[in-house]
């Protein structure tokens, strides 16, 4: 109680005589008259329904709405309380990122409903297996959050960890179809792993993937011993499965030239991808992450997909018909669904597969070119153009590629680098362009970066380039600038980066001869 300018308040909890509890606002005014005597006025209010509300108002700001378990913000307050209490008493605390495997799939294939009973559920059994004093979050999507407070040794938290596992893939009667889900376990500890909430989450969700990458339906402690390479795969991979829904993905197209008019006859998509928060990472260091984990597939379809939209959008946009080039990994090339996928992406889209080339790599295709065989003939009778990829990185022989129906080979930016300097690319380039011409295929030269190059490759019949001295990949936007304003031919004042048209390979010619 206190008093106040004569005023007393109160705000307490009471059982009624039913046994409900009510809260009451008690409110005594003190009434001081001329004599001695004291009076008082009491307001006594049953405020109940008030305290009620403010309760939820808070609950709701500090639980999930799905699960009623603590959400994030809340789990991180308790974490850290645990934390203080783990350091007075000289014990430790357990974080374990519980994931979901595949979870995707039960949203897919029965509705967003029941992937909803399949979180709560989850919650349930998660809590189940825990004490009082122990905290279970939902940290949104399907993961989930365990903080065990008070632990003293790492068997303990192995055994909570089996358990959990044990009772997570119990089966679940979901629409008449019986499920079993599975999880991956992520585990970090206080305070060996980290002292603080923060890197604690993410040590475990670090873990958590070197669960997944086992191939889920187990645990893992965070292991600070990991390599730098290790972890930043596992990051990368973490990331990776996320970017696509974040939408940090987007498409960049490079100009594609013909040599003998200077037109920007086609494009090759190539794919960038800017973590939130974090810089560009090069396709080079996550496709073959990409690659590893099956996120490819996912991966090659967005981009096959977008390409193909954008292709039709510039048809509609009344710009000048463009090859769309788009790269298939060795792992996209070996679906047995690809001949399909294509073929319904150009109809969903409208795409013409005339102006679609596929480009795979030499190496892709060695792999395994007997298979290679009818999946290019297919393709190829679709409409859709080949291309031989990074081409004289790899060990075929310009015979063994004359039994593919392809359009054209792109030789390697690593011999056009050095054509004007070293002799022997120089002989390769050459013959390969004399070779492949033998072959009806068409021959493009990859990575030009200057008029001597250009000269050179001019000069042996390359019938197309791309490279820094036309124009690096650039967003679609860029593109149509380039072409709408040109009208087939790139002006230089557009180039997005140096000399970088193929009005630039006019001006070239003017400047240095070179063509
Ligand atoms: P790639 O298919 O051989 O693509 C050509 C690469 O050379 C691109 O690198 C391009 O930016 C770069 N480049 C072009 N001109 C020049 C130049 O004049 N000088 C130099 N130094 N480099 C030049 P990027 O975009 O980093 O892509 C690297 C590789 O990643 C690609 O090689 C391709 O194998 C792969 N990739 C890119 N996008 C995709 C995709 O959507 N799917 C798949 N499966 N792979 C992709
Ligand atoms: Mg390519
Ligand atoms: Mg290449």
């Not at 605390?93 to 519980?98: I, Y």
């Not at 995707?104 to 349930?124: P, T």
């Not at 030789?411 to 002989?427: E, G, H």
């Amino acid at each position: 109680m206190l008093r106040r300018r004569g005023r007393v308040f109160a705000r307490e909890r009471y059982i009624r005589k039913d046994g409900l509890p009510v809260w009451i606002n008690v409110t005594a005014s003190t009434l001081l008259g001329a004599s001695a005597e004291r009076r008082y006025i009491v307001v006594v209010e049953d405020i109940s329904r008030r305290k009620q509300a403010e309760e939820k108002l808070i609950r709701m700001a500090s639980h999930d709405a799905l699960t009623g378990l603590p959400n994030r913000m809340l789990l991180e307050d308790r974490l850290a309380q645990a934390i203080a209490q783990a350091h007075r008493t000289q014990t430790q605390v357990a974080v374990m990122f519980v994931d979901l495997d595949r979870f995707k799939n039960i949203n897919d294939s029965l509705g967003h409903d029941a992937g909803d009973e399949v979180i709560v559920e989850i919650g349930h059994r998660i809590a189940r297996n825990l004490r009082e004093s122990d905290t279970a979050a939902r940290q949104g999507g399907d993961e989930f959050v365990v903080v065990l407070g008070g632990m003293t040794q790492e068997g303990d938290v192995r055994a909570i960890a089996q358990k959990m596992l044990g009772t997570l893939c119990q089966p679940m009667l979901l629409r008449g179809q019986e499920i079993f889900p599975t999880g991956s376990i992520g585990i970090s500890m206080y305070p060996r792993d980290a002292v603080d909430p923060l890197t604690l989450l993410k040590s475990a969700d670090t873990a958590m993937y070197l669960s997944k990458a086992e191939g889920g339906n187990t645990y893992r402690f965070f292991v600070d011993r990991m390599g730098i390479d290790a972890m930043d795969t596992l990051r990368m991979e973490g990331a990776l499965r996320r970017a696509l829904e974040r939408r940090e993905f987007q498409l960049y197209y490079q100009p594609q030239v013909d040599m003998a008019t200077g037109a920007v006859v086609g494009v090759e998509a190539l794919l960038r991808w800017k973590p939130h928060n974090s810089p560009m990472i090069s396709p080079a260091d996550f496709i073959p992450i990409a690659e590893q984990t099956g996120l490819i597939a996912p991966i090659g379809d967005w981009v096959l997909a977008t390409a193909c939209a954008q292709q039709r959008a510039w048809h509609l946009a009344g710009l000048p018909p463009l090859t769309v080039g788009v790269n298939l990994s060795a792992r996209q090339f070996q679906r047995q669904d690809l001949v399909e996928l294509v073929a319904r992406l150009v109809h969903e889209t409208g795409c013409d597969p005339h102006y679609l080339a596929l480009e795979i790599t030499e190496t892709a295709v060695m792999e395994n070119p007997q298979a290679a065989v009818p999946i290019f003939r297919q393709l190829a009778e679709m409409g859709v153009q080949l291309a031989i990829d990074d081409f004289g990185t790899g060990y075929s022989s310009l015979s063994y590629l004359k039994r593919f129906p392809i359009d054209s080979l792109k030789i390697d930016r690593s011999f056009v680098n050095d054509i004007t300097t070293d002799a022997d690319d120089a002989a390769i380039v050459r013959s390969v362009i004399a070779l492949a011409h033998s072959m009806q295929l068409k021959v493009v030269a990859e990575g030009v970066e200057d008029a001597l190059q250009l000269a050179f490759l001019r000069e042996h019949g390359c019938d197309q380039m791309q490279g820094f001295y036309v124009s690096e990949a650039v967003p679609a936007e860029a593109i149509e600038k380039l072409l709408s304003e040109a009208q087939g031919t790139v002006p230089a004042r557009d180039c997005p980066r140096g000399c970088s048209s193929a009005g630039a390979l006019e001006k070239s010619t003017a400047t240095q001869g070179a063509l």
